[in-house]
């Protein structure tokens, strides 16, 4: 379970950015191909819009194609390198706001003016404290109508599965999960954090969440990850929810990587 002091240590002084962060977009083939094959069809609804506020964008991986779709684009990180990278790379786009936090605080994002919250690939190394404060903030945040989409951790319900697969020995365990036979612990998902949870706190922040998606993320079909859209009560996206389970995630991406990443996104 990684912590909050952890995280800051992978993200400042352990990881290599020299590729940007698109290097977690090789199963799908590239970075174009993830965000067209799978982010877009999924929030596409909520672009076109006044302020997004982005949560924990790294190099800005998912910033380059926010940035065109707002009038304001916020972007808050608890790595102070990778705001200092995205104001580099973005130098250019004079709608973008640059904010570093401690990993929880919210505070510098004025109340009532975000129309959509976005993260993804980053929050599912969030322990539930961390997303349950800033759901807590985000109702604040949020205008009437505004809405979230945030990708994180589903592992906590996989607790057995886990056990099992941790207490296989080291040499066997990589080439078994490559095979989608043991869970994917090598993805550096929080424990605890699962989808249920994620409705609870929004109901504890008195917002609804009002659909999910379980998906399966890189080897094998099982549902380490969660993908949660959220608004506040009453608004134009309150609806009854649902819980979609996608165990063909990894297929989806296999088939990108195939088919369309090497010729259609250049």
């Given at each position: 379970?990684p912590?909050l002091?952890?995280?800051?240590q992978s993200?400042t002084?352990?990881?290599d950015?020299s590729h940007r962060?698109?290097?977690?977009?090789?199963?799908?083939?590239?970075?174009a191909?993830l965000?067209?094959?799978?982010?877009?069809?999924?929030?596409?609804?909520?672009l076109?819009?006044?302020t997004?506020?982005?949560?924990a964008?790294?190099?800005?991986r998912?910033?380059d194609y926010?940035?065109?779709?707002?009038?304001?684009l916020?972007l808050?990180?608890l790595?102070e390198?990778c705001?200092?990278h995205?104001r580099?790379?973005f130098?250019s786009?004079s709608n973008i706001?640059?904010?570093?936090n401690?990993?929880?605080?919210?505070?510098?994002?004025?109340d009532?003016?975000v129309d959509?919250?976005?993260?993804?690939?980053?929050?599912?190394?969030a322990?539930?404290?961390?997303?349950?404060g800033?759901l807590s903030q985000?109702?604040t945040?949020?205008?009437?109508?505004?809405?979230?989409?945030i990708?994180?951790?589903?592992?906590?319900?996989?607790?057995r599965l886990?056990?099992?697969?941790r207490?296989?020995?080291h040499r066997?365990?990589?080439?078994l999960r490559r095979r989608?036979?043991?869970?994917?612990?090598?993805?550096?998902?929080d424990?605890?954090?699962?989808?249920k949870?994620?409705?609870d706190?929004?109901v504890?922040a008195?917002?609804i969440?009002?659909g999910?998606?379980?998906?399966?993320w890189?080897?094998?079909g099982?549902?380490?990850?969660c993908?949660?859209?959220?608004?506040?009560?009453?608004?134009r996206w309150?609806?009854?929810?649902?819980?979609v389970r996608?165990p063909l995630?990894?297929?989806?991406?296999r088939r990108?990587?195939q088919l369309y990443a090497n010729s259609?996104?250049?």
């Amino acid at each position: 379970m990684p912590t909050l002091d952890e995280n800051l240590q992978s993200w400042t002084a352990t990881w290599d950015w020299s590729h940007r962060g698109d290097e977690w977009s090789w199963w799908w083939g590239d970075t174009a191909a993830l965000w067209y094959g799978a982010i877009l069809p999924r929030v596409h609804t909520m672009l076109g819009t006044g302020t997004i506020l982005e949560i924990a964008p790294g190099y800005g991986r998912w910033t380059d194609y926010l940035k065109d779709s707002c009038q304001t684009l916020v972007l808050v990180d608890l790595a102070e390198n990778c705001i200092a990278h995205c104001r580099k790379r973005f130098a250019s786009s004079s709608n973008i706001r640059y904010h570093v936090n401690d990993g929880r605080s919210l505070a510098m994002v004025e109340d009532g003016t975000v129309d959509f919250v976005f993260s993804f690939d980053s929050l599912v190394h969030a322990q539930p404290e961390i997303i349950d404060g800033y759901l807590s903030q985000l109702a604040t945040k949020l205008k009437p109508d505004g809405i979230g989409f945030i990708h994180h951790s589903n592992l906590g319900s996989l607790k057995r599965l886990s056990a099992v697969s941790r207490g296989v020995p080291h040499r066997f365990f990589h080439p078994l999960r490559r095979r989608g036979i043991l869970v994917n612990l090598s993805a550096w998902r929080d424990d605890r954090m699962t989808a249920k949870l994620f409705r609870d706190q929004c109901v504890k922040a008195g917002l609804i969440c009002v659909g999910q998606e379980l998906v399966s993320w890189e080897f094998g079909g099982y549902l380490i990850d969660c993908f949660s859209m959220f608004a506040a009560k009453e608004s134009r996206w309150d609806r009854s929810f649902r819980l979609v389970r996608n165990p063909l995630f990894v297929a989806e991406a296999r088939r990108m990587a195939q088919l369309y990443a090497n010729s259609s996104f250049r």
